[in-house]
């Protein structure tokens, strides 16, 4: 009798346990279905690996976490690089429309191009583009008409040159290293000669379209010009170490548009912080996530600048800096 009983309360208690394992095995379940649909998945295209747009990258997904996004919890980043390559960033975007990617992040014009594009659906944000109108991306950046939005990197250039007329007095001729492949930084040799008429300087042209261009471009035109600009461009960026290194044997000052151009060699800057850059697109992006419209977000552009001196690059020059520019500067040495 006492064995029956022991068998019987035996028999309960694994008939509990079971019980309990499928109601959590339920609960599981359930909860990873939620997971799923909870889990959003942003597809980013960058058109080359550089220190100005990989900056704004962290910034982006840094305030995506702010807003209570975070990769391994309830974000999906799927981060594609083109080398550079055009044609790929095409590629990396309808990839990111099949994969029904639940927003694209376009780092670049070429790459904010490919997207726009390619979905008129996904929501697009782009970010490091000089002007959206000029390259097609919307008409009306106070209230974008489309699906896509994002942030300017526009450079003051009328600034940049004066920048480079304060620490180069007597400057002259005043030469522009640019890829002609990109519209932004066309469209930045267009705004500099329309400022050079009024500030009484000429801009000499040095086009490239690939990287072996750089070298003999260079050494044509450099011992004619008093400094040396480079705009916001993915190609110039990327090609610092050589830029830099046939500016310094020839004497002539680089005045650049950000903080890495600086540590990789250039003289000054008026330069933007593309890290912040990208966290105002992350916000923006949290914000159409969250339910948004893409019209109710218009495009936007950081308003402040940093100026940045390379003291190494002046002492090599030997070019003194005043002291009203020191005041307000962030000083930097050498180049990485």
Do not use: W
């Not at 990396?92 to 992040?105: C, E, G, M, T």
Request: glycine residues 6%; aromatic residues 4%; hydrophobic residues 40%.
């Amino acid at each position: 009798m006492v064995g029956k009983k022991h068998l019987t309360s035996l028999s309960n208690i694994l008939g509990f346990i079971s019980i309990l394992m499928i109601i959590t095995l339920l609960l599981s379940a359930c909860s990873s279905s939620n997971d799923s649909k909870n889990m959003v998945s942003i597809g980013i295209s960058q058109i080359v690996e550089h220190p100005a747009l990989d900056s704004a990258r962290a910034g982006f997904i840094h305030a995506l976490k702010e807003k209570g996004y975070e990769e391994g919890k309830n974000l999906n980043l799927d981060i594609q690089f083109a080398q550079g390559d055009i044609a790929l960033t095409t590629t990396i975007a309808q990839n990111f429309v099949s994969q029904k990617k639940d927003l694209i992040l376009a780092i670049s014009t070429p790459s904010a191009q490919s997207a726009h594009n390619s979905t008129k659906d996904i929501p697009v944000l782009f970010t490091a583009v000089t002007d959206p109108v000029y390259a097609g991306l919307v008409q009306n950046p106070d209230a974008p008409e489309g699906n896509v939005t994002g942030t300017s990197d526009l450079s003051p250039v009328a600034k940049q040159l004066e920048l480079g007329m304060t620490l180069i007095p007597n400057t002259k001729k005043v030469g522009i290293l640019f890829n002609t492949s990109e519209l932004n930084s066309q469209l930045q040799v267009d705004i500099a000669k329309e400022s050079a008429a009024f500030l009484g300087i000429e801009i000499i042209e040095i086009p490239v379209t690939n990287t072996s261009e750089f070298e003999p471009a260079l050494n044509a035109k450099i011992k004619g010009i008093d400094f040396l600009f480079l705009p916001s461009d993915n190609l110039v960026a990327s090609n610092m170490p050589i830029i830099s290194k046939i500016a310094m044997n020839n004497r002539v000052p680089i005045i650049g548009v950000d903080e890495p151009m600086i540590k990789n060699g250039a003289l000054a800057c008026e330069g933007l912080d593309y890290y912040k850059l990208g966290h105002q697109t992350g916000i923006m992006a949290a914000e159409i996530l969250s339910g948004k419209s893409i019209k109710d977000t218009p495009v936007s552009m950081l308003k402040e600048t940093q100026l940045i001196i390379n003291e190494d690059a002046a002492e090599e020059l030997g070019i003194n800096i005043p002291d009203e520019l020191l005041k307000r500067a962030t000083l930097v040495k050498g180049a990485e």
